[in-house]
């Protein structure tokens, strides 16, 4: 705008009448390419798209485009195992069949041996975070099922900074550290582990003050049905989870006397007698190698 305020004559130039800006602006006549245009003989008039019959043709059938004619027979069992078991859309479902009621029975137990929250009346100004329950079901490579798996997940999405978290960073490993690490166990033969933790978000602990609404079907007195959680270990679906998790992990390696490497956070090196193990660690992914299997 060069400096002129909204509102002066000169800030807007003058728009040309219908005629003009058709003529004038566009210059329809003398553009050859616009000549070979198809005319529009449907102006105006919708296309019936929402017909009855219409509805029940499939355009564009899945089985012309995909098939399973080139996968192997392990394969081709395990691609149809996987449409077999329905995943439950509420917990009054899975509550209805006894697979999945007692995997959340495993959760909860789970949750509470760990002393995840206490049952608490809601303090005065305070929004506890909602929660729900995820189902997946894992598989084998054959196929066949391995286990049905029902986790709590807080709903984080409805926490507020300043008040129910602040940070929520956690590195994770570099896949270049990951690279020399599997490289050191190739070449200098040494044996090389991998494992995952269980349930590790509900290892971290909380430093802030959140409060959480009951478990869906969590079976409580009428005394406790107005009580909510107060957080004391992380969850699922929490903000912080990631942070609280790591800042415990390392803690817990220091104690046991590894030095977290300062090129990459997540790797953890103990030498002693000329012996040293390393251990490099993502979300709750882990490779351990060394010169010495003890």
Known sequence: MSGQQFG???????IPNQSSSVEGVLNLESDPFMKRLPHRHNRGIPKP???????????????NYVSNHRLSESNKSFVNQL????????????????????????????LQKNETWEL???PLGKKPVGCCWIYTVKYKADGSIERFKARLVAKGYTQTYGIDYTETFAPVAKIN?????????TNLDWPLQQFDVKNAFLHGKLFEEVYMDLPPGCMVSEKQCQKVCKLKKSLYGLKQSPRAWFGRFTKSMRAFGYRQSNSDHTLFLKKQHGKITALIVYVDDMVVTGNDLE
């Open 8 to 14: 002066s004559e000169d800030v807007f130039t003058e």
């Open 49 to 63: 798209i929402y017909e009855p019959e219409l509805s029940t043709k499939v355009k564009y059938p899945i089985s």
């Open 120 to 122: 608490v009346e809601c």
């Open 83 to 110: 449409s077999t078991v329905a995943i439950p859309n509420s917990v009054q479902e899975a509550l209805a069949d006894p697979r999945w009621k007692t995997t959340m029975n495993e959760e909860m137990k789970s």
């Open 177 to 185: 550290t990951v690279r020399v690490l599997l490289s050191l166990a």
